[in-house]
């Protein structure tokens, strides 16, 4: 019995594509994406590069969650988030404090950037083991704060796949597990 001549895998080369994307090396390009918020309530946008990991991102949208649940049973969401780009004041794209906030190409307001504070945390462990997914948790006692608690939080998470089209712009997509089946759900981030 003969065996096949194998090549060292030093000795073979990649084929690599020329690309004008970039990834971040702090986060990955397939993330996980949780859209959560109190029935009247306004939606936050938590982005995760692991789903047990403190959030890289955390956005409170201009949208109830009401009104985010009735755009999506059209089949189609587009969430664009603008910031203005200051001269003098680099720094990365997710540090951005405040963005005007426009949904299907209306102007909705303004989203703002926030810390993940121990409510938040509370929402992402609930759903840490899910991967794909929507559904109503109990909310956390002070979370009545907010006004418009009503004993349960809408949520919603998937795998989004994100690029990086500079330093100024961002996309996330998300990520259907069957091909037709389900929302089409994308948002953009862009610094002018």
């Known amino acids: 019995m003969a065996f096949p001549n194998i090549v060292p895998v030093a000795n073979c080369k990649w084929l690599t594509l020329p690309t004008r994307l970039s990834m971040s090396h702090t986060v990955g390009r397939k993330v996980t994406g949780t859209l959560f918020g109190n029935r009247r309530g306004h939606v936050s946008f938590a982005v995760q590069d692991d789903p047990r990991s403190e959030p890289v991102l955390l956005l409170e949208l201009a949208m109830s969650t009401s009104s985010l649940v009735k755009e999506m049973s059209s089949g189609l969401l587009r969430i664009?988030?603008?910031?203005?780009?200051?001269?003098?004041?680099?720094?990365?794209?997710?540090?951005?404090?405040?963005?005007?906030?426009?949904?299907?190409?209306r102007k909705n307001g303004y989203a703002v950037g926030r810390t993940c504070n121990e409510s938040d945390w509370h929402v992402l462990s609930t759903v840490q083991s899910v991967s794909v997914g929507a559904g109503v948790i109990p909310v956390v006692e002070?979370?009545?704060?907010?006004?418009?608690?009503?004993?349960?939080?809408?949520?919603?998470?998937?795998?989004f796949e994100r690029v990086v089209g500079s330093r100024d712009s961002e996309a996330f997509y998300m990520m259907n597990l069957d091909s037709n089946v389900g929302p089409e759900l994308s948002i953009f981030l862009l610094r002018i």
Not at 80 to 105: D, H, I, T
């Open 80 to 105: 664009a988030l603008e910031c203005e780009k200051v001269p003098g004041r680099g720094g990365k794209l997710f540090q951005e404090p405040v963005w005007s906030m426009y949904c299907n190409g």
């Open 142 to 159: 002070d979370a009545g704060k907010d006004g418009g608690s009503d004993g349960e939080l809408l949520y919603m998470r998937a795998k």
